[in-house]
């Protein structure tokens, strides 16, 4: 059921989540997206759950869900598009279909937010876009632009089908990349910098042999994220040659590096190494700044 249900209007206030659910707002209680990956998402509820969104009344940032413990409320794994939620909004966005958003009031807890002020009905939003980045606590997780629908707005559909180019029917391409779950990235730029190095790590000077032939694998991390919403530029001076172990660490906020090429443990604030160079592979520091500033508010 999509769109504001009748004798409903905007600003109203319901006391829990089962006035939500009577009055057709919010159909699946105990969890902030209703909706499945088939039908879409019709309504979203923001209870401060995540420390990465962003309330701007009429655009919203929001996170998706999956990967936190309901217990301590911290993030323990991943997001993925796969998530019945996230896929639904994600479904919604390619076929136009409006999002009601719920807010809750006087957000208590650390652990399991509740709203003690009760909810109130924002009105209908649209899915604009979504994103998967690394949030503040280390973890990936789904990101969701979310725009007012102002009075008389179409919303058209989207294809959001990251390969393109085919005539698919537009829901199906929603469901076709939210099993992809991610774009294939493996640039020129990419296997230069893993050539330069010969597949060894600028941090632990790992090179990880992966046949008997001694073939090395390893990893072309950017700097500066590419994509949404932290747009890098693929190009040499933005990406390093690491192996798995400290890409992830760096990615996730782990390890920075200073304008000196020093690595830092940003957990322990430690000094780690100094990163590994050549003449041939300039890395730039205003990539090296942009990368220690998202993480500058780190969420333990």
Avoid at 28 to 37: D, M, V
Avoid at 215 to 242: M, W
Avoid at 256 to 285: A, C
Wanted: some cysteine; overall charge positive; aromatic content about 8%.
């Amino acid at each position: 059921m999509f769109g504001t249900p009748d004798g409903v209007v905007e600003g109203a206030w319901f006391k829990g989540h089962h006035e939500l659910h009577a009055n057709n707002l919010h159909r699946f209680s105990g969890r902030g997206i209703s909706g499945t990956a088939k039908t879409g998402a019709d309504s979203i509820v923001l209870s401060g759950g995540y420390v990465d969104d962003v309330d701007a009344g009429d655009e919203i940032r929001y996170t998706g869900e999956g990967g936190r413990d309901r217990e301590t409320g911290r993030m323990v794994a991943d997001q993925s598009l796969t998530d019945e939620g996230n896929a639904a909004l994600v479904v919604s966005r390619a076929l136009g279909h409006p999002v009601r958003v719920i807010e809750g009031l006087n957000i208590k807890g650390t652990t399991r937010k509740r709203a003690t002020g009760g909810y109130r009905y924002r009105g209908l939003y649209r899915v604009a876009d979504h994103w998967i980045t690394f949030g503040q606590e280390g973890f990936r997780i789904c990101q969701f632009q979310l725009l007012k629908i102002t009075p008389g707005e179409i919303v058209p559909r989207q294809r959001i089908d990251p390969t393109a180019g085919k005539s698919t029917d537009i829901e199906e391409q929603a469901r076709r990349y939210i099993t992809q779950n991610r774009l294939a990235r493996d640039s020129k730029v990419a296997r230069k910098i893993k050539d330069l190095h010969d597949n060894t790590c600028q941090i632990c000077a790992l090179r990880l042999i992966v046949s008997p032939t001694g073939e090395a694998y390893s990893e072309a991390a950017h700097i500066q994220a590419l994509g949404k919403p932290h747009f890098g530029r693929d190009i040499t001076q933005n990406v390093l040659c690491l192996c798995p172990n400290c890409h992830a660490r760096f990615d996730r906020g782990a390890l920075h590096i200073n304008d000196s090429f020093e690595v830092i443990d940003s957990l322990k604030q430690e000094f780690v190494t100094k990163l590994r160079r050549i003449n041939s592979h300039e890395i730039g520091v205003e990539f090296l700044r942009k990368h220690r500033e998202r993480w500058s508010d780190r969420r333990m």
